[in-house]
């Protein structure tokens, strides 16, 4: 029996993932799941695992390419209520894996709680950010992560402190098949003063940045010391392209789409720039964009 027969409610087969991410491109799922409650999740899960099915989690694909043939096995959406909601007792705020970073930002500093405001303008889930340990020199999500409530590959719903995980540059050690929530320890401020910062970070963060209007990713981790953009720069591949895929005329660490390109692109234009700036500044970069 197929996911579809055991959960038609909320399944699709043969789904497009592309209007999923923010490439806006790539191939279609086998199974999409978008289960309702975490006891809908973990069934899904158990299902897959007897049925030998791969499981897939996409968060705001903002980190994330699709390649362009067919992803075998299921690819799941934390999108109902369970899996969004924000709550706070004192300087702690929890959040649903699957809710918005922007809304928990937003909802930190309107309740006078520092510590995630620098983050804004960086656009993903809570569960893909946490994950990815997304930041800057400013400040990593990390530091304010206080528990971790993750759904094991037992189907066993498990919480992980602070000093039982590993983060280092854009990257964690959390390899459990779902983050459902987090917990995170805040600072009690001025509600202004959180404001103020986030209001400068913003200005910072988005001039960084490809232009809103087009979909970009970012490609490589910064080295130690080093940033991949300088050294994309230093090997003289700033204008790089590869079919409709380019590198960003504001930061070249970052690939833009064009209308057209294929995740076949993008992975050419990555390899191309990785090899050459190998070549040419003897540096290794590694890729940070997850591939499916
Ligand atoms: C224009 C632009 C600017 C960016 N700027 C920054 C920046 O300044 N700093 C920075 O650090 N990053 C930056 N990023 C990268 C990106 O925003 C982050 O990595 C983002 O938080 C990814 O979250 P997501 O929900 O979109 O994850 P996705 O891209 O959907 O997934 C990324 C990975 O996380 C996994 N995942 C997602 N949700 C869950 C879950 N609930 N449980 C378990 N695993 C999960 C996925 O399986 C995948 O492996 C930028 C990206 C873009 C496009």
Request: glycine share 10%; with cysteine; charged share 25%.
């Amino acid at each position: 029996m197929s996911l579809v027969d055991q959960f038609p409610d909320i399944t699709k087969s043969n789904a497009p993932l592309a209007p999923f991410t923010h490439l806006k491109i790539g191939g279609p799922a086998e199974f999409l799941v978008q289960p309702r409650t975490v006891d809908e999740l973990n069934a899904v899960l158990t299902a897959c695992q007897r049925d030998n099915v791969p499981v897939r989690m996409l968060g705001g694909g903002f980190n994330l390419l699709v390649q362009d043939d067919p992803i075998r096995g299921a690819v799941i959406r934390l999108v109902a209520e369970p899996f969004t909601f924000l709550k706070h007792v004192s300087t702690r705020v929890t959040a649903g894996g699957g809710g918005q970073l922007f809304d928990l930002i937003a909802f930190a500093v309107r309740h006078g709680l520092g510590g995630l405001e620098t983050l804004v303008g960086i656009r993903g889930t809570v569960g893909g950010s946490v994950r990815c340990n997304v930041g800057d020199r400013s400040g990593e999500i990390s530091q304010t992560v206080r528990t971790v409530t993750v759904l094991t590959d037992a189907g066993r719903v498990q919480e992980r402190g602070r000093d039982e995980l590993t983060f280092s540059e854009h990257q964690s050690d959390l390899d459990e098949p779902v983050i459902l929530s987090v917990e995170f320890e805040l600072d009690a401020e001025p509600p202004a003063a959180v404001l103020k910062r986030m209001r400068k970070a913003w200005i910072q963060r988005k001039a960084a940045e490809p232009l809103s209007g087009q979909a970009g990713v970012r490609l490589f981790r910064n080295p130690p010391g080093q940033t991949a953009a300088t050294l994309i720069d230093r090997a003289q591949m700033t204008k790089a392209k590869f079919g409709g895929a380019e590198l960003s005329e504001r930061n070249s660490n970052y690939a833009v789409a064009h209308p057209g390109t294929t995740a076949r692109d993008i992975l050419h234009l990555v390899e191309d720039v990785r090899t050459k700036v190998k070549e040419r500044t003897g540096v290794s970069l590694e890729r940070e964009l997850h591939v499916w």
